[in-house]
């Protein structure tokens, strides 16, 4: 608990923080904080996903503390714009939001946590760079590049995984690509679809962490003895491919909406079709649990009634209206 309410108040000095410098520190406590997070006694996979993930953001720290020395020397941070020290700081950033094409550490590390520290690297950890990003946009063409290569990497390389926890950083990738377009121009849209895409992959990983699966073999197999959880795991998916009417589409619309506003069309063309690509794996998913037979298992559905996720899931699933009547005026 002691470092779960640290890892917290470090993304919160991050993000709260008007001094660069400041905002380094808060990104160092959450580092420090989650390291001991990810440890396990169960096996030795964690411990080499851990210091994959230290080194890794150990160097995109260093990167981060050197660009603030160097600029403060320079006396030309922010208010004397300097393009090269603020895309060294910016490609650090990415590389600590597992952007393409510096997400070679962020499948690997993924592969080797269990699925509650994936759902802490997935969305949590996530938040200060991306703030802080927010904060330092101001190289639209360099984002736009950082955008169309995480589109297409995760398009390419999620294919043909059978890892379900490769499958969903790959899947991160792709929404880190929306995300960083979200915040071109309207940068509010940026908070309602992190917002949106936390809840749904806490669904998915709630159902995968309940069954205690981790590839698509195993997924098939527990599927097939339940119809509600096949069910909300379709729904689920569909939903993170951005598929109407499921909720999942309702950012992806906002961020369409906004970017062809400002005749952003041929990264919007890159988004969409980069979408079509990963909602093509998710479909071949879905439809080979669809079409297996089944016998239905009465123990495992008395066991997973008590797991309380399918109100939930139900909720997420059926919130595109919701949402849709709320932000009809954006």
Known sequence: MLFFNSLIMGTMISISSYNWFMMWIGLEINLLSIIPLFKSHLNSFPVEA??????????????????????????????????????ILNSALLTKLGAAPFHFWFPEVM??????NSLMLLTWQKLAPMILLMYNLNMSMFFSMIII?????????????VSLRKILSYSSINHIAWMLSSMLNMKNILLIYFFIYSIISINIILIFYHLNIFFIPQLFMFLNK????????????????????????FPKWLVINNLTENNFFNLSMILIISTL????YY????????????????????????????????????????????????
């Open 226 to 249: 339940n119809k509600m959880i096949k069910l909300l795991f379709i729904f689920n998916f569909f939903s993170l491919g951005g598929l109407p009417p499921f909720l999942g589409f």
């Open 50 to 87: 851990t210091l994959k993930y230290f080194i890794t953001q150990a160097l995109a720290s260093t990167i981060i503390l050197f660009t603030i020395i160097i600029s403060m020397n320079l006396n030309e941070f922010l208010y004397n714009y300097n393009y090269w020290l603020m895309m």
């Open 283 to 330: 479909i071949r998913l879905t439809l080979s649990s669809m079409t297996m037979n089944y016998e239905e298992s009465l123990i495992f559905v008395s066991n997973i009634k008590k797991y309380k996720i399918i109100i939930f899931n139900m909720i997420s699933i059926l919130s595109l209206i919701i949402c849709t009547n709320i932000f009809s005026n954006f």
């Open 277 to 280: 690509i990963t909602l093509f």
């Open 111 to 116: 592969e080797g946590l269990n699925w509650l």
């Open 149 to 161: 290569m995480s589109s297409i990497v995760s398009g390419i390389f999620g294919i043909n995984q």
